[in-house]
T-cell receptor
Framework: SQELEQSPQSLIVQEGKNLTINCTSSKTLYGLYWYKQKYGEGLIFLMMLQKGGEEKSHEKITAKLDEKKQQSSLHITASQPSHAGIYLC????????FGAGTILRVKS | DTEVTQTPKHLVMGMTNKKSLKCEQHMGHRAMYWYKQKAKKPPELMFV???????INESVPSRFSPECPNSSLLNLHLHALQPEDSALYLC????????????FGQGTRLTVV
Protein backbone atom coordinates (compact mmCIF):
# COMPACT_ATOMS: atom_id res chain seq x y z
CA SER A 1 0.00 0.00 0.00
CA GLN A 2 1.10 3.53 -0.63
CA GLU A 3 2.60 5.49 2.22
CA LEU A 4 3.27 9.20 2.42
CA GLU A 5 5.96 10.64 4.63
CA GLN A 6 5.86 14.30 5.52
CA SER A 7 8.64 16.44 6.85
CA PRO A 8 9.07 18.23 9.08
CA GLN A 9 6.57 16.93 11.63
CA SER A 10 6.20 20.40 13.06
CA LEU A 11 7.47 23.85 12.29
CA ILE A 12 7.52 27.16 14.11
CA VAL A 13 8.31 30.20 11.98
CA GLN A 14 8.39 33.91 12.56
CA GLU A 15 5.69 35.84 10.77
CA GLY A 16 6.92 36.98 7.39
CA LYS A 17 9.35 34.10 6.91
CA ASN A 18 9.16 31.55 4.14
CA LEU A 19 8.84 27.83 4.76
CA THR A 20 8.68 24.52 2.91
CA ILE A 21 6.91 21.27 3.75
CA ASN A 22 7.80 18.08 1.93
CA CYS A 23 5.80 14.97 1.14
CA THR A 24 7.49 11.81 -0.16
CA SER A 25 5.63 8.80 -1.48
CA SER A 26 6.67 5.15 -1.20
CA LYS A 27 5.23 4.53 -4.66
CA THR A 28 4.87 6.33 -7.97
CA LEU A 29 2.72 9.39 -7.63
CA TYR A 30 -0.10 9.78 -10.10
CA GLY A 31 -1.57 12.69 -8.26
CA LEU A 32 -0.78 14.52 -5.06
CA TYR A 33 -3.15 16.62 -3.04
CA TRP A 34 -2.58 19.16 -0.32
CA TYR A 35 -4.99 19.93 2.49
CA LYS A 36 -5.02 22.25 5.46
CA GLN A 37 -6.68 21.42 8.75
CA LYS A 38 -7.26 23.69 11.68
CA TYR A 39 -6.90 21.76 14.90
CA GLY A 40 -9.98 19.66 15.58
CA GLU A 41 -11.73 20.78 12.40
CA GLY A 42 -12.35 19.42 8.95
CA LEU A 43 -9.88 19.40 6.08
CA ILE A 44 -9.78 22.11 3.46
CA PHE A 45 -8.66 21.07 0.00
CA LEU A 46 -5.86 23.39 -1.16
CA MET A 47 -4.66 22.11 -4.49
CA MET A 48 -4.09 19.11 -6.69
CA LEU A 49 -0.97 18.25 -8.69
CA GLN A 50 -1.16 15.63 -11.39
CA LYS A 51 1.73 16.06 -13.78
CA GLY A 52 5.45 15.81 -13.17
CA GLY A 53 6.93 19.25 -12.82
CA GLU A 54 3.53 20.80 -12.25
CA GLU A 55 3.45 23.82 -10.01
CA LYS A 56 0.36 25.51 -8.64
CA SER A 57 -0.18 28.53 -6.48
CA HIS A 58 -2.99 29.66 -4.25
CA GLU A 59 -2.47 33.04 -2.65
CA LYS A 60 0.94 32.75 -0.99
CA ILE A 61 1.07 28.96 -1.10
CA THR A 62 2.88 27.18 -3.94
CA ALA A 63 3.08 23.44 -4.44
CA LYS A 64 5.26 21.47 -6.84
CA LEU A 65 5.28 17.85 -7.92
CA ASP A 66 8.47 15.98 -8.72
CA GLU A 67 7.33 12.65 -10.12
CA LYS A 68 10.83 11.24 -10.47
CA LYS A 69 11.55 11.82 -6.82
CA GLN A 70 8.02 10.76 -5.89
CA GLN A 71 7.88 13.95 -3.92
CA SER A 72 5.90 17.14 -3.56
CA SER A 73 6.77 20.32 -1.74
CA LEU A 74 4.53 23.02 -0.34
CA HIS A 75 6.06 26.44 -0.03
CA ILE A 76 4.56 29.35 1.88
CA THR A 77 5.93 32.79 1.20
CA ALA A 78 5.84 35.53 3.84
CA SER A 79 3.96 33.41 6.36
CA GLN A 80 1.11 34.90 8.35
CA PRO A 81 -0.72 33.76 11.48
CA SER A 82 -3.61 32.70 9.24
CA HIS A 83 -1.32 30.06 7.70
CA ALA A 84 -1.08 28.24 11.01
CA GLY A 85 -2.58 24.78 11.06
CA ILE A 86 -1.86 21.23 10.02
CA TYR A 87 -0.89 20.59 6.42
CA LEU A 88 -1.59 17.14 5.05
CA CYS A 89 -0.61 15.66 1.74
CA UNK A 90 -2.81 13.00 0.22
CA UNK A 91 -2.54 10.55 -2.65
CA UNK A 92 -5.09 8.47 -4.48
CA UNK A 93 -4.12 4.80 -4.47
CA UNK A 94 -6.92 2.33 -3.96
CA UNK A 95 -8.22 4.90 -1.53
CA UNK A 96 -7.23 8.33 -0.39
CA UNK A 97 -4.24 8.06 1.94
CA PHE A 98 -2.76 10.90 3.93
CA GLY A 99 0.63 11.78 5.25
CA ALA A 100 0.94 12.22 9.01
CA GLY A 101 0.70 15.97 8.67
CA THR A 102 2.96 18.92 9.43
CA ILE A 103 1.94 21.22 12.26
CA LEU A 104 2.74 24.82 11.39
CA ARG A 105 2.83 27.56 14.00
CA VAL A 106 3.47 31.17 13.01
CA LYS A 107 4.79 33.52 15.66
CA SER A 108 3.71 37.15 15.48
CA ASP B 1 -23.89 26.02 -0.71
CA THR B 2 -20.46 24.41 -0.52
CA GLU B 3 -20.67 23.15 3.01
CA VAL B 4 -20.76 19.78 4.65
CA THR B 5 -22.57 20.13 7.95
CA GLN B 6 -21.97 17.72 10.79
CA THR B 7 -23.91 17.45 14.02
CA PRO B 8 -23.29 17.39 16.85
CA LYS B 9 -19.93 19.16 17.10
CA HIS B 10 -19.15 17.43 20.37
CA LEU B 11 -20.50 14.22 21.86
CA VAL B 12 -19.78 12.45 25.11
CA MET B 13 -21.28 8.99 25.46
CA GLY B 14 -21.05 6.03 27.76
CA MET B 15 -20.06 2.60 26.60
CA THR B 16 -23.64 1.35 26.82
CA ASN B 17 -25.20 4.28 24.98
CA LYS B 18 -26.56 4.44 21.46
CA LYS B 19 -25.98 7.65 19.58
CA SER B 20 -25.85 8.87 15.99
CA LEU B 21 -23.65 11.29 14.10
CA LYS B 22 -25.24 13.19 11.25
CA CYS B 23 -23.83 14.69 8.09
CA GLU B 24 -25.57 16.73 5.41
CA GLN B 25 -24.54 18.23 2.07
CA HIS B 26 -26.47 19.96 -0.69
CA MET B 27 -23.83 20.07 -3.40
CA GLY B 28 -25.28 17.19 -5.39
CA HIS B 29 -22.35 14.97 -4.47
CA ARG B 30 -23.14 11.28 -4.89
CA ALA B 31 -20.16 10.03 -2.88
CA MET B 32 -20.03 10.47 0.87
CA TYR B 33 -17.42 9.35 3.35
CA TRP B 34 -16.77 8.79 7.02
CA TYR B 35 -13.26 9.24 8.35
CA LYS B 36 -11.89 8.73 11.83
CA GLN B 37 -9.03 10.87 13.07
CA LYS B 38 -7.14 10.24 16.26
CA ALA B 39 -5.12 13.02 17.86
CA LYS B 40 -1.99 13.93 15.91
CA LYS B 41 -2.78 11.35 13.25
CA PRO B 42 -4.11 11.75 9.72
CA PRO B 43 -7.71 10.85 8.93
CA GLU B 44 -8.42 7.19 8.24
CA LEU B 45 -11.16 6.12 5.90
CA MET B 46 -14.01 4.15 7.47
CA PHE B 47 -16.84 3.98 4.93
CA VAL B 48 -17.68 5.17 1.45
CA UNK B 49 -21.17 5.52 0.01
CA UNK B 50 -21.73 5.83 -3.71
CA UNK B 51 -25.24 6.56 -4.93
CA UNK B 52 -26.52 5.93 -1.40
CA UNK B 53 -25.06 2.41 -1.38
CA UNK B 54 -22.20 1.28 0.80
CA UNK B 55 -19.27 0.72 -1.53
CA ILE B 56 -16.33 0.54 0.87
CA ASN B 57 -16.13 -0.67 4.46
CA GLU B 58 -12.57 -0.53 5.71
CA SER B 59 -13.05 -3.44 8.12
CA VAL B 60 -14.72 -1.19 10.64
CA PRO B 61 -16.12 -2.91 13.77
CA SER B 62 -19.86 -3.50 13.70
CA ARG B 63 -20.37 -1.16 16.65
CA PHE B 64 -20.17 1.53 13.94
CA SER B 65 -23.13 1.33 11.59
CA PRO B 66 -23.38 3.76 8.67
CA GLU B 67 -26.58 4.72 6.94
CA CYS B 68 -27.31 6.85 3.90
CA PRO B 69 -31.05 7.58 3.88
CA ASN B 70 -30.86 9.83 0.82
CA SER B 71 -28.34 11.57 -1.41
CA SER B 72 -27.89 14.49 1.00
CA LEU B 73 -27.66 12.71 4.33
CA LEU B 74 -25.17 10.36 5.91
CA ASN B 75 -25.46 8.98 9.42
CA LEU B 76 -23.12 7.00 11.61
CA HIS B 77 -24.88 5.01 14.31
CA LEU B 78 -22.81 4.22 17.37
CA HIS B 79 -23.46 1.44 19.87
CA ALA B 80 -21.39 -0.13 22.62
CA LEU B 81 -18.32 1.91 21.82
CA GLN B 82 -15.02 1.63 23.62
CA PRO B 83 -12.92 4.46 25.07
CA GLU B 84 -10.37 3.91 22.28
CA ASP B 85 -13.08 4.91 19.80
CA SER B 86 -12.78 8.47 21.08
CA ALA B 87 -11.69 10.56 18.11
CA LEU B 88 -12.70 13.24 15.64
CA TYR B 89 -15.15 11.81 13.12
CA LEU B 90 -15.12 13.58 9.80
CA CYS B 91 -17.72 13.39 7.10
CA UNK B 92 -16.87 14.31 3.53
CA UNK B 93 -18.58 14.39 0.17
CA UNK B 94 -17.45 14.57 -3.40
CA UNK B 95 -18.41 13.88 -6.95
CA UNK B 96 -17.98 10.21 -7.79
CA UNK B 97 -14.34 9.06 -8.07
CA UNK B 98 -13.15 12.43 -6.81
CA UNK B 99 -12.38 11.50 -3.19
CA UNK B 100 -9.23 13.57 -3.27
CA UNK B 101 -11.22 16.73 -3.93
CA UNK B 102 -13.78 16.07 -1.24
CA UNK B 103 -15.34 18.73 0.90
CA PHE B 104 -15.01 17.93 4.59
CA GLY B 105 -17.28 18.79 7.46
CA GLN B 106 -15.97 20.31 10.67
CA GLY B 107 -16.14 16.98 12.40
CA THR B 108 -17.73 15.58 15.55
CA ARG B 109 -15.43 15.31 18.54
CA LEU B 110 -16.49 12.05 20.19
CA THR B 111 -15.48 11.07 23.70
CA VAL B 112 -16.43 7.63 25.00
CA VAL B 113 -16.42 7.35 28.79
Amino acid sequence: SQELEQSPQSLIVQEGKNLTINCTSSKTLYGLYWYKQKYGEGLIFLMMLQKGGEEKSHEKITAKLDEKKQQSSLHITASQPSHAGIYLCGADGNKLVFGAGTILRVKS
Amino acid sequence: DTEVTQTPKHLVMGMTNKKSLKCEQHMGHRAMYWYKQKAKKPPELMFVYSYEKLSINESVPSRFSPECPNSSLLNLHLHALQPEDSALYLCASSHLNRATEAFFGQGTRLTVV
